[in-house]
């Protein structure tokens, strides 16, 4: 990775003009060589707004595959609301994604969050790295890390405002996961495995009732008919897999 010189004075300047807990400039990478742009909204979002984005993982008509507000690279934190409330990165040998936790952690504890609209941190896409390694995506690593988020929101009384967004990208995370069982590692016992684990935890089936809801705002025809077949798995009320 790299960065513009200045990169650091900027960001503590504006930030300590502005009195903010969080600055974040443009969050940018290097991929082949080519640079990737991925926040072109000149749009100003406050704290709300950037958690709400994060926790979702983005919206569809983005390209981006997931919030770009889950980069840590490019963001200025206030160093007192850190160390008070204790934030810490969680360990990845048990929870993924780690980035996210933190900054779902740190916006949940944050007053004034601010953007800085320049490219000043280069990250580079590196397909050898440990977020590219199947093993970060297993399913219970990747669920306790969602887990993790959602037990957060409820210590703050945050999980009614940010429910129908977060609960959003636990379920398309989760179905992904599913999804790679069969796909990569063509395992249908790691299959059920996930499933089980999933019946197991109460915000996860909570999420995937409520999204049930709204398959058919987003799959149609096929599509529409493996993921309510999922969704019903996992909220199968007797312990029985139907067919």
Not at 97 to 122: M, T
Not at 135 to 143: N, P
């Amino acid at each position: 990775d790299y960065r513009e010189l200045d990169m650091l004075e900027k960001m503590y300047n504006g930030a300590v003009a502005e009195n903010l807990d969080m600055l974040i400039s443009n969050p940018v990478a290097i991929s082949d060589g080519k640079l990737k742009e991925y926040n072109t909204d000149k749009e100003q979002k406050d704290r709300d707004k950037v958690l709400r984005h994060l926790l979702r993982g983005g919206y569809n008509d983005e390209k981006h595959p997931w919030s770009y507000y889950a980069y840590i690279h490019n963001i200025l934190y206030r160093r007192d609301m850190i160390i008070s409330n204790n934030v810490q990165f969680v360990d990845t040998r048990e929870i993924t994604p780690e980035d996210y936790i933190f900054n779902a952690e740190c916006l949940c504890y944050a007053q004034k969050v601010s953007e800085l609209k320049e490219n000043l941190y280069y990250h580079v896409l590196w397909s050898g790295s440990a977020g590219h390694n199947s093993s970060y995506y297993t399913g219970a690593r990747r669920s306790l890390g969602f887990i993790y988020v959602d037990n957060l929101l409820r210590k703050k009384s945050l999980l009614d405002i940010y429910k129908k967004d977060f609960y959003h990208n636990l379920v398309k995370n989760h179905l992904f996961l599913l999804f790679r069982t069969i796909e990569v590692n063509h395992s249908v016992i790691e299959f059920f495995k996930c499933i089980r684990f999933y019946r197991k935890n109460k915000c996860i089936v909570e999420a995937f009732e409520l999204y049930k809801e709204r398959v058919g705002e987003e799959y149609k025809g096929v599509k529409k008919i493996i993921i309510n077949s999922l969704i019903g798995l996992v909220i199968c009320k007797n312990q029985s897999y139907k067919s």
